[in-house]
């Protein structure tokens, strides 16, 4: 069964840098899948950040680019999601999960981490 | 960026009986392959979204057979053709044409 699990930490503070890691289980982070990072505000809707395919080839989007690396570590099959200059506006439940695409990027998301709440506040 | 956009946004539904939601996008998701790149979502409450139907009309593994997705073009409708209990949750469409993928506002079903 394949399992992802995000972690890192809760609380981030204003102007800094929210990091968090996606350890997968049950599958290879090298096979053929877009690993993905989706959030989703208080109350509010979905938001693809964005995603890498294990070549490292990666899709942001536009409206967070300037301030978003997603990085792919295959030796500890996990998946990290860095994002710079927080602000409040990125409290939010911050999701990852593994996505299918026959072309440039995932067509649908099959799997998805539980979630973890982060909070940018001083 | 497509837009992606739902109705209703809140649905009460009578156990067994049909639901039907409605996503509409801001261009056609007909890709060159001849496959709809949209795909609807379901969370359940303090649950992750789990994936029902992709590619316009496939079911997901294991999702039930009274869930079906449908449309063309910019249209799609996601039915359920007898509610559960089980069921309650928001329901997203998200497009997946092109990047960034973008969801829907989402429809939360719940039970009357």
């Known amino acids: 069964q394949v399992q992802l699990q995000e972690s890192g930490p809760g609380l981030v503070k204003p102007s800094g840098t929210l990091s968090l890691t996606c350890g997968v289980s049950?599958?290879?982070?090298?096979?053929?899948?877009?690993w993905s990072w989706v959030r989703q505000p208080p109350g509010k809707g979905l938001e693809w950040i964005g995603e890498?395919?294990?070549?490292?080839?990666?899709n942001y989007n536009p409206s967070l680019k300037s301030r978003v690396t997603v990085s792919i570590d295959k030796s500890k099959n996990q998946f990290s999601l860095r994002l710079r200059s927080v602000t409040a506006a990125d409290t939010a439940v911050y999701y990852c999960a593994r996505g299918w695409g026959r072309g440039s990027s995932s067509d649908y998301f099959d799997y998805w981490g539980q979630g973890t709440p982060v909070t940018v506040s001083s | 960026d497509i837009v992606m956009t739902q109705s209703p946004l809140s649905l009460p539904v009578t156990p067994g009986e049909p639901a039907s939601i409605s996503c509409w996008a801001s261009q056609s998701l007909l890709h060159s392959n001849g496959d709809y790149y949209l795909d609807w979502y379901l969370q359940k409450p303090g649950q992750p979204p789990q994936l029902l139907i992709y590619?316009?009309?496939n079911r997901a593994s294991g999702v039930p057979d009274r869930f079906s997705g449908s449309g063309f073009g910019t249209d799609f409708t996601l039915k359920i053709s007898r509610v559960e209990a089980e069921d309650v949750g928001i329901y997203y469409c998200m497009q997946s044409l092109q990047t960034p993928l973008t969801f829907g506002q989402g429809t939360r079903l719940e039970i009357k």
């Open positions: 890498i395919y294990p070549t490292g080839s990666t």
């Open positions: 590619l316009g009309s």
């Open positions: 049950g599958a290879s982070i090298s096979s053929t899948n877009w």
